[in-house]
């Protein structure tokens, strides 16, 4: 049977490095392999478009709830969810002042519903936890937001969602970010990880799912794959290949979502089919997670 460190051989009997790769890496592959290209591989890199008002609202609310975790217990309270929403907000993609602080009161309503719902007693094991996982052609590695130890359910794994678009229990059982989540939680905690939850603050669902062994075997198989697809075609990319192969090997997946692509502006296949969305335009739209 063959080694681990065999399979890693390259030509010639030279060890292949593992790629060094978060799921977004992965799933930015996935969606488009020409955006994976002009973000992980051009140097030096094309600009990208001006930040999404969208994403300036998530990682605001992202920092609150990390930040009111890291609070000692009699502070989090509901109106330090708020406090703390403000000290984190960020101003970038909004159209203007009123539309920014329109948004502003949205996400501390957001932040401020989701944590009364909370056990402040509760210490989670994790906020904003970097986990780690090697397989035969990737070392996988992420940031979740948070990880919890809930007894007979073991490790748990918590990804905030701020999105108007509505999800469902696919998106968590499907979601290969996730399932990397709880397999390198349990790798590196040493603890059973199998269930994941997304957490949608704009409704108030929790979307679950319960992994098998097997189902997230899958996952990270899926994930291994990918990473020595991706590798093969970086050490060919990086050899020195001309302009029409590198289309060719990293190809625009033309679509809608073009529209919403921090390289439209750089990518005219993409440009032809749906010109640059405005900013804010996340704000008032469900954008795909």
Known sequence: MTGEGERQLGFEGMPRSLLQAAPSRLATYQDCPRRYRLNYLDRPAPPKGPAWAHNSLGAAVHTALANWWKLPVEQRTVAAGGRLLDDSWLVAGFQDDGQREAARGRARAMVQTYVARLNPRFEPIGVERTVALKTDH?????????????????????????????????????????????????????????????????????????????????????????????????????????????????????????????????????????????????????VPP
């Open 138 to 286: 990737a070392a996988l590695f992420g940031r979740v937001d948070r990880i919890d130890e809930r007894g007979s359910q073991g490790l748990v794994i918590v990804d905030y969602k701020t999105g108007r678009h509505l999800l469902t229990v696919d998106d968590a059982r499907t979601s290969l970010a996730l399932a990397v989540y709880a397999a390198a939680a349990e790798r590196t905690l040493r603890r059973r990880c199998r269930r994941v939850e997304l957490h949608h603050l704009p409704t108030g669902e929790v979307l679950v799912w319960e992994h098998t062994d097997a189902g997230l075997a899958r996952h990270v198989g899926r994930a291994d794959s990918l990473a020595a697809e991706i590798a093969e075609l970086d050490e060919r990319y990086r050899a020195g290949v001309g302009a029409a192969e590198a289309d060719s090997m990293y190809p625009t997946n033309v679509g809608a979502m073009c529209g919403w692509c921090d390289y439209n502006r750089s990518c005219p296949s993409g440009a032809a089919v749906a010109p640059p969305r405005v900013p804010w335009a996340g704000l008032d739209e469900a």
